[in-house]
């Protein structure tokens, strides 16, 4: 299969192409790691051996799977072109800003000076929501198009704890 992609869609494809292989490595990993501690194989090389191998081929599916899903959103719905939709612009308006608070129960304490008392832990955040708009444009035939949406954030959080 002969892609003739422009320097922009290039850009775009290895971003996708890194973004799935950090992605695929970890998904990898942690099926390798999960086949590791569930196959109780001796000698130790044969069990380390068949995680290498569990590796290796979740990594190749899981990073294709993502290049292919990733692909999509980069796809132009006008000219169909691939690895051509780039972010341009994005604007933020603040709407509001509420502080939030939760108490958590943390346990017991096991050891030390305060043994047996329960750990209350005290968080407080604040609750921002912003209406964010992003704009996007095809690289190949200069269609753009706007995604709007609210997005919250948790800024200035702080945890305390107390114990009783």
Request: aromatic share 10%; charged share 20%.
């Amino acid at each position: 299969m002969s892609e003739n992609l422009s320097a922009s869609q290039k850009k775009i494809k290895n971003e996708i192409v890194l973004r799935a292989i950090g992605s695929g490595a970890g998904i990898a990993l942690l099926i390798a790691g999960v086949v590791y501690f569930i196959f109780a194989i001796e000698p130790m090389f044969a069990r380390i051996g068949l995680s290498l191998i569990v590796f290796t081929v979740s990594f190749f599916i899981a990073t294709k799977v993502t290049i292919y899903f990733l692909s999509g959103d980069y796809q132009c719905e006008a000219c169909n072109a691939t690895y051509s939709i780039e972010l341009i612009d994005t604007e933020e308006i603040f709407l509001s800003a509420i502080p939030r608070s939760a108490i958590k129960n943390g346990g017991r304490v096991t050891s030390g000076d305060r043994e047996g008392k329960h750990i209350v832990i005290h968080e407080n955040w604040t609750e921002e929501k912003y209406d964010v708009t992003r704009k996007y444009h095809c690289v190949v035939c200069g269609d753009t198009y706007q995604e709007q949406g609210v997005e919250t954030r948790k800024t200035s959080f702080s945890s305390t704890k107390t114990y009783q």
